[in-house]
């Protein structure tokens, strides 16, 4: 008997996924439903959240992640309205706008950048925690965090928020798996969130570093090893391992999904 099939069967399983509206949290939520899951897509973009939510069959809400009353609200009331809390993907996230030279960035882009994507998966996990650990079945958390945490690209801002991002992942992953929790860092390559085809090169405005040698994005687009941009639903397929039972004995990891990137 070919048991494969179940291990990524979430049905009866509840995700919650922040930044839901479009790109990889739409990727990442389009495929956990398509594997069973309920999902509750939030974003501070409450259309784009219903829209993605009506594409799968889901439900929708708005969530400021950098508000933590908010927070705390939305992971409540994912439980109260969908039955538990299973799945936590904190996905919410800004970069582009905040990149380039230091000496450009200025306090209220350090700390807008900041509490999106550091405060937010913060709120988001302790909020989540809290719920999973009353669960027998314990839960699942994901941090999406990138392949800018190990080689820097976009700046200071971001590069040095997504490292955060991770290794808050391994200090949960300790503290958390006495729970049963599991908590795991994605980490995606470049991937095509702009809508239709990807461009073979090109395509997303150079980030100014400050440093001649940087590269640009379409530099690192023609030396990347897969050759293209990723597709958001190849970082929902691999989200899809985190979340489901083939990643059961997996915590505190940081996996990424960038078609060969690091290995430049
Ligand atoms: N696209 C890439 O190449 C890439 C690579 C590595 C990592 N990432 C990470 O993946 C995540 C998603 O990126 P994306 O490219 O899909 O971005 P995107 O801009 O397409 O989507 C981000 C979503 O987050 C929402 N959002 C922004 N601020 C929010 C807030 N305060 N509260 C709730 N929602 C908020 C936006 O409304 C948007 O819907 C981010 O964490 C990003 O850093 C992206």
């Known amino acids: 008997m070919n048991d494969a099939a179940r291990w990524i069967d979430l049905s009866g ?50 969530l400021d992640v950098t508000d933590r009353a908010a927070v705390d609200a939305a992971m409540a009331t994912t439980r109260e309205e969908l039955g538990s809390l299973d799945i936590l993907v904190n996905n919410a996230g800004v970069y582009q706008e905040f990149g380039g030279p230091v000496g450009d960035i200025t306090d209220e882009m350090w700390r807008t950048l900041w509490s999106v994507n550091v405060d937010g998966v913060f709120y988001c996990c302790r909020a989540a925690a809290a719920i999973m650990k009353e669960q027998a079945s314990g839960g699942r958390i994901i941090n999406i965090s990138s392949t800018q945490a190990v080689t820097p690209g976009v700046g200071v801002t971001y590069d040095g928020s997504k490292a955060a991002v991770a290794q808050i992942t391994k200090a949960l992953a300790l503290e958390l798996a006495p729970h049963n929790i599991n908590v795991n860092a994605l980490a995606p390559g470049p991937t095509w969130v702009q809508g239709g085809e990807p461009p073979k090169t090109g395509g997303q405005a150079p980030i100014d570093t400050g440093n001649p040698l940087s590269d640009t ?48």
């Open 217 to 264: 994005v379409a530099d690192r687009i023609a030396r990347l090893p897969a050759g293209r941009w990723a597709d958001p639903i190849e970082q929902g397929k691999a989200a899809l391992f985190l979340a489901s039972d083939m990643s059961s004995f997996v915590t505190g990891a940081y996996l990424p999904c960038d078609g060969g990137w690091l290995t430049l």
């Open 13 to 62: 399983k509840v995700a919650h996924v922040t930044g839901g509206a479009k790109g990889i949290g739409r990727g990442i939520s389009t495929a956990l439903a398509m594997a069973g899951a309920k999902v509750m897509v939030s974003d501070v973009n409450l259309e784009g959240a219903e829209a993605t939510a009506n594409e799968i069959d889901g439900a929708a809400m708005s």
